[in-house]
């Protein structure tokens, strides 16, 4: 399926993109993450939530095609 | 209250007198007065929010003033929430602000938040933001978050009205070291005020329409592109019981460093103690005190180009002004390889005095 990656802040770095899209045979959001890590070890070291069209979701959460994926790690400055 | 003042704003029809009154009765506490803290502070007295809260231990340093214009150049040395509290009264002499010059740690926050409304986080570190939602759980009261990574920032309204926590979003800190902050990789005074200001605009809202803010969303922005991320947001029912629960235990802070809590973290007394230790300096080269006796002195931004200076079988204590800085060049350092490396906790000043303490008890000897 066709997913457009986002990434933000430290993720961004860790990618070395802030965005992309590619296609995967992943069904589930912990897949993709799964997929991601091999791809990007530093990202295993790395703290962050998933956004699936905007919306927070749980690792299980079910992918379809088309939908966009944000990484988003937590920010500390002030 | 002279309305005047505030005019423009009741003109909005949506505002108006009934808003104006909501905003006079609003107690809000402002926890850092720093780069978020400062138009935050400034902003919401200009509004005519009826009591401001000011919790800051720290002291207005120059680096501080291209982005926190709650302060001015004669500011400098001066305790943050004194400097603050001058500026403010001058902006709007009709409100009350409140000062505490101790910061928030794990034993003051309970008392300190009971006669707030709203609570907002300006501070730069994870250990006390858990630490104020945890308390703002605790005590049923709506808080608001906003941070900084280098051009980007995070805001959101947590706790308000059945809302998500941060613990929602984030259940646990990072790792110590993990995400640095502005002190470390640096920021543009605009980034952040823009996030400052959304922060504070979303405090006007919760005061004056309660029912209609936003209070289940996280927004990312990024300054490099203008963009404006709107996350929705479900509550984890069951950890926030959790830590509204008697057996939960608030997060402990170092009421001193206000720092994230890590390993390889030495207080002065051990560090004095530790044989054939070399103190480095990670402050920028501009920063007062100068400690004549230290060993090395390097930025910590410079650190990772600067590494062949340092030997692997040598012993080093990293020192900053706060302490948080020379975690993350300890943090650095381990993750290069050196095996004997630790932050020092206590401040270069306190630092300076204890040595100098020590060189006159030891000529008074010989």
């Known amino acids: ?78 | 209250m002279n309305m005047n003042r505030y005019q423009r704003q009741i003109q909005l029809e949506d505002v108006g007198p009934s808003g104006q009154e909501a905003l006079a009765k609003a107690k809000v506490l402002v926890v850092g007065a720093g780069g978020l803290g400062s138009p935050i502070l400034q902003y919401l007295a200009a509004a005519g929010v009826g009591t401001l809260g000011v919790a800051d231990m720290d002291t207005v340093a120059l680096s501080n003033l291209h982005r926190q214009l709650l302060y001015s150049t004669q500011d400098v040395g001066k305790p943050k929430v004194l400097a603050a509290q001058e500026r403010l009264k001058s902006l709007n002499p009709e409100i009350e602000i409140k000062t505490y010059p101790e910061g928030v740690h794990t034993e003051n926050i309970m008392p300190m938040i009971v006669s707030y409304d709203l609570i907002i986080d300006g501070t730069d570190n994870f250990s006390t933001r858990y630490l104020i939602n945890d308390a703002c759980v605790k005590s049923n009261k709506a808080w608001i978050y906003g941070a900084l990574f280098k051009h980007q920032g995070q805001f959101a309204l947590f706790n308000h009205r059945g809302g998500p926590c941060y613990r929602c979003l984030y259940p646990k800190p990072p790792a110590a070291g993990e995400v640095a902050g502005c002190n470390i990789l640096g920021v543009l005074g605009t980034v952040a005020g823009i996030i400052g200001l959304q922060m504070a605009h979303l405090a006007l809202q919760t005061i004056i329409w309660p029912e209609e803010v936003p209070n289940r969303s996280v927004f990312y922005v990024n300054q490099q592109n203008f963009s404006v991320q709107h996350l929705k947001m479900d509550k984890n029912q069951s950890l926030c019981d959790n830590v509204q629960s008697d057996s939960w235990e608030l997060p402990q802070t170092n009421a001193v460093t206000n720092c994230d809590s890590p390993p390889n973290t030495l207080s002065l007394k051990e560090a004095l103690l530790l044989d054939q230790a070399l103190f480095l300096d990670v402050r920028d080269t501009e920063e007062q005190p100068k400690i004549a006796s230290v060993d090395l002195q390097i930025p910590v931004r410079e650190l990772e180009l600067r590494l062949k200076e340092l030997d692997k079988e040598k012993t080093y204590i990293a020192f900053c002004k706060s302490g948080q800085r020379a975690k993350a060049a300890a943090t650095l350092l381990k993750e290069h390889y050196f095996e004997a490396v630790y932050a020092l906790s206590a401040s270069a000043q306190h630092l300076k005095n204890a040595i100098e303490n020590e060189n006159s008890t030891t000529n008074e000897v010989y």
Do not use: N
């Not at chain 1, 070291?45 to 079910?62: G, K, L, N, R, W």
């Open chain 1, 1 to 78: 399926m066709e997913l457009t990656l986002k990434y933000f802040g430290r993720i961004a770095e860790l990618t070395g993109k802030t965005e992309e899209i590619r296609s995967a045979a992943v069904e589930t959001v912990d897949e993709l993450d799964s997929v991601l890590r091999r791809e990007y070890p530093g990202l295993s070291m790395a703290t962050y939530t998933i956004a699936v069209d905007h919306e927070i979701v749980q690792p299980s959460f079910p992918l379809k095609t088309k939908v966009e994926v944000a990484l988003l790690p937590p920010f500390s400055g002030g």
